[in-house]
Structures are given as C-alpha cells and as structure tokens.
C-alpha cells in the first residue's frame, strides 16, 4: 500500500493562491512515486484547483460534507456536488468541525453513510483532547468515537480512512511522539472489524515527518499548516523512511 499524504488546508487559500500553489506543489513533486498525494482545499478554490489537477497524480478531497444528497439546507454542501467536482476524498469529523462547530458523532455517523453509499473516500478524524489525554481517557474516547461513528457500517470500514488526530497536537506546535501515535494507530485496529488504513494528523512538519513514517502503524499523514507552503508539503511528501 502507498503512504497517503494529505493537505488540509482549513479556511485558507483563496481561488488563485490555491491555483497557484497546485501548480508549484505539481512542480515540485514531479519525481515523485509510490506515494497517494491528496490536497484539500476550501469550498470556493476546489473548481480551479480540480482544472489544475485534471490528469495529474494529485487527488482532490473535501473539508466537509453534508448527509443529504440535496434540500433545504442553507449553507451546506452535498457530497454529490463534491463529487461532480472531481473529489475523491472528503473530511469526516475534524476536531474543529466536533468541537468548534460542535458535530455530534450522530451527524458524522449520518455523513460516513452517505460518503459511502455516493462513492466518496472519507478521512474519518478521531482524536482526544488534552484534558482527556491527562485523565488517562485516550484510548476511551477513540473507541467511543469509533463506535458511534462507525454505527452499523462497520464492516465497511477498509472502504474508508481513520485520520488519529490527538486535538492538543492541532495547530499547536506539538506532535505526539511517533511511539504514542503508533500505539494509538494500534489501538484502533485492535477495535475495527476490516483491515483500514491510518493516517496520523497533529503539527505534521518537516522536521519530523521522517520519524512519524518509521513506525509501521502509521500509514500517512494528514498536514495542516504545513501543506499551505508548496516547498514545505513538498518535503513532506518525499519523506525519508528506512522501515
């Protein structure tokens, strides 16, 4: 199997910075093999971008996505708009979208369904808060998230992604040692039913990509900050690994 990197770019990047940095991004990673390179940009720069890629080895993935297909629901975006997009990936259930937008893991249980009924790949995000880390309750609340989320589609899980994202990590300049992200990688497979690949998200960099893809519980990453500057993403994408 390929390492899966993947560029989250939050609410950043308008349509030309967007456009602009694909077409360095492509540049730089020219060369690049063995590798499934995803980019994710907003709502608003995912058409220039999808023309940019169009017959590229980069894919297109979504931030977020509503569980209906269409209707009266001001402000969201259907997945099969997403989809006549060129996306091939969309975000389920990003700590911000749980606990600034407060999704509740039945909403991201109702879009994990309907990703999978359109054809789209979800990046399905688990992760603790550093309260819960402190009180011990890491391995509590993934499988919580787990459970609720995957709520009778479980044995379609090898048809999607599980992205552990630890939320203090987020944006904050700390990164879970690559042994404690390997043993919450492990973790979660000891609690899923199929086979599933696993990417760890939390202050990807640079300078410690190399060690997160030493351990053979971690099958990729998902970058935020990162992936927002086409030389940095770049380096991440030709990690270094011995293993």
């Known amino acids: 199997m390929e390492p899966i990197i993947a560029g989250n770019w939050k609410m950043n990047m308008g349509p030309g910075e967007s456009r602009e940095l694909v077409i360095k991004l492509l540049q730089l990673v020219s060369d690049v093999q063995n590798r499934e390179i995803i980019v994710i940009p907003p709502f608003t720069s995912l058409p220039g971008v999808a023309e940019v890629l169009c017959n590229t080895k980069i894919k297109l993935g979504a931030q977020n996505m ?35 937008m407060l999704e509740p ?24 808060t550093a309260q819960e880390r402190e009180q011990g309750m890491t391995q509590q609340v993934i499988e919580r998230q787990l459970n609720q989320g995957l709520r009778g589609i479980e044995n379609e899980v090898h048809k999607m992604i599980i992205a552990y994202e630890p939320v203090w990590a987020i944006g904050s300049g700390k990164t879970a040692t690559p042994k404690s992200a390997a043993e919450v990688h492990k973790f979660i497979r000891s609690k899923l039913k199929k086979p599933v690949t696993i990417l760890y998200g ?21 970058v935020g900050g990162a992936s927002l500057k086409p030389e940095s993403f770049a380096r991440i994408i030709k990690f270094e690994s011995k293993r």
């Open 66 to 100: 509503h569980w209906e297909r269409g209707g009266a629901y001001t402000g969201e975006i259907s997945g099969l708009f997403l989809k006549s997009l060129g996306c091939e990936y969309v975000i389920i259930g990003h700590s911000e979208r749980r606990h600034i």
């Open 105 to 128: 893991d039945e909403w991201l249980n109702r879009k994990l369904k309907t990703a999978l009924d359109i054809g789209l790949i979800s990046i399905f995000c688990v992760g603790e």
């Open 202 to 222: 939390g202050s990807v960099k640079p300078e410690n990509v190399d060690a997160l893809m030493q351990e053979e519980e971690i099958d990729g990453v998902l």
